[in-house]
């Protein structure tokens, strides 16, 4: 994780860590922490806990989003400290709806100028965000929002598995990691698993990036709790409880992440930290799919 960042992660860039709920990977936040990134335009469907320890470390001046907060639990505090008391530093934000951001990495991943969309119809977003604007229909009389493309200057990928050539697969609650990867100058895959071909092969159909994109591959077990990963690892809820009464106070923050982050070496001394009984509890049941029949040739 550390190479991966060191080489792709620059000041200045646009950095897409997605995920819907689940996949959300908090190692590569925290490396990007560690590092002192600064001056990172932050690009997430739905920011939540990740991006409010970036915010609050003071490694973004900008923040593409749709909805954002601790979910299930509240605010997050430290964006809004940011935004509204500019600290640590000023935040500015544009912000558009869930289908927005997926127009948006859509037109981005197939380098379209512009994604047409209806559900701004009828809604103050347009006067909230001048880049949503409307255009008149080339087949009727019908005037229809769009939003511009999104190519993040580095998309990372939290996954179940992938090879060594960035051959990645993911399953269970899937929110845009296909689009935004396909829309991104550089792709970190970071997976719970380093398997072999044979592996992907068998079960093609759950291939969502192609190595062909793929600049870094990272195994980096447990790499997105608290967040959750399909078949590997539950959310920790309790994390987000404790994140919420942490974060509503900024010297209680700077200690966190002074304990959490920058004194802790790499994910491995995180997990160490954790504990193996917080890793138990998180262990999921078992919810086998069933095997299929791909066939092959006579």
Known sequence: MQEAVSTYVRDGLSVAIEGFTAFICFAAGHEIIRQRRKNLTLIRMTPDLVYDQMIAAGV????????????????????????????????????????????????????MPFFPLRSYAGTDMPNANPDIRFVQSPYSDESIAVVPPLNPDVAIIHAQRATKQGDTQLWGLLGVQKEAAFAASKVIVVAEEIVEDSVIRADPNRTLIPGLIVDAVVHEPYGAHPSYVQGYYDRDNAFYLMWNEVSRDRAKTETWLDEWVYNVPDRSAYLEKLGSETLDDLKPGDAPSSSVNYGTYA
């Open 60 to 111: 973004a001046s900008h923040l593409v989003f749709s909805y954002l907060g601790n979910p299930g639990v509240g605010s997050l505090h430290c964006v809004r400290r940011a935004v509204e008391k500019q600290i640590p530093i000023p935040l500015t934000i544009e912000e558009y709806s869930h289908y927005g951001m997926v127009g948006r990495y859509m037109a981005g991943a197939m380098r």
